[in-house]
């Protein structure tokens, strides 16, 4: 059994190790509900500017006009290249081991290509296609936890150059989408080629300047830029909801493990004091002799 003060080292420790974890809890849920509130805040964008693309697509373009939009182009995928988020830090308990699990799960089994060319956005991700030698073509850490559109605009336009010039033939994004605080899904979501969305019928009454179609040709590349930066969102807000619960969880060991300690603690001095008495009575009685 360990010594009171060995005991004692330790139940320091915990105690600091807990004021730390509590203090990361707290930011965690700071940031968390600015994130959450972003993600919140760019669907409707997102959900309107897939509508405009859908009533657009549906009325102006049919098999000869494909030329004219390559983003919408569909052909048999050879090579594809996958965007992967993911955080740049670690505690956030299982949450970048399941993104990463994911994201090698499609590149083995769902690709249907044998060559996958890897844009790693966040240093988690990044480190592991390198460290299992996969084709990273590029990669972009540091971004933070305040991405705005422009910070996006490299990653995506590295990823419509390869596909409008045929390096690939498909894109994914792999991210963590965020359900709630508790629920964070590794997903993988197709960016191009461009799916063309239902018509909605909102947008048909509208006059378009220039035209239509030049309307369409510049919403495209917007629309996979939006895609992408509603997949790093997502991402952000479940990295600092995986965090926080993590934290919470360490916190509540933390003071599970003290108790244990302090129990082993006072049972240790209960052992020497006990110790003690005897070896003064063992004493006592051999001067009586």
Do not use: C, W
């Not at 080292?9 to 994130?35: C, D, G, L, P, Y």
């Not at 959450?36 to 859908?54: C, F, K, N, T, W």
């Not at 936890?145 to 690939?168: N, S």
């Amino acid at each position: 059994m360990a010594s009171p003060k060995e005991i004692r080292q330790r139940i320091r420790s915990i105690r600091n190790i807990s004021q730390i974890t509590r203090a990361m809890e707290m930011v965690s849920a700071s940031k968390m509900r600015r994130a959450q509130q972003r993600v919140l805040a760019s669907r409707p964008y997102a959900d309107h500017l897939e509508a405009m693309i859908g009533d657009l697509s549906a009325i102006q373009i049919d098999t000869d006009d494909l030329a004219s939009f390559p983003l919408l182009e569909q052909r048999e995928v050879k090579r594809s290249a996958v965007i992967l988020i993911t955080p740049d830090r670690g505690l956030t308990g299982p949450l970048n081991s399941n993104i990463i699990r994911r994201a090698a799960r499609y590149i083995t089994a769902e690709a249907g290509t044998s060559a996958v060319d890897v844009l790693a956005v966040g240093k988690k991700g990044r480190d592991f296609m390198v460290r299992t030698s996969q084709n990273v073509t590029a990669s972009y850490i540091g971004l933070g936890d305040k991405v705005e559109l422009d910070d996006l605009r490299p990653v995506v336009q590295v990823a419509i150059d390869d596909f409008i010039a045929g390096k690939v033939d498909a894109v994914h994004v792999v991210y963590a989408r965020f359900v709630n605080t508790l629920t964070q899904v590794p997903d993988v979501r197709q960016v191009l080629p461009i799916v063309r969305p239902e018509s909605g019928g909102a947008y048909t009454d509208y006059i378009f300047e220039p035209s239509p179609a030049a309307v369409l040709a510049s919403l495209l590349p917007r629309y996979v830029e939006v895609l992408v930066y509603q997949a790093m969102l997502d991402s952000i807000a479940s990295e600092h909801s995986a965090r926080m619960v993590a934290m919470h969880n360490a916190s509540d060991n933390a003071k599970e493990l003290g108790k244990d300690l302090t129990l082993s603690l006072n049972k240790a001095r209960q052992a020497q004091i006990t110790r003690e008495v005897s070896e003064i009575a063992a004493g006592a009685e051999a001067l009586k002799k």
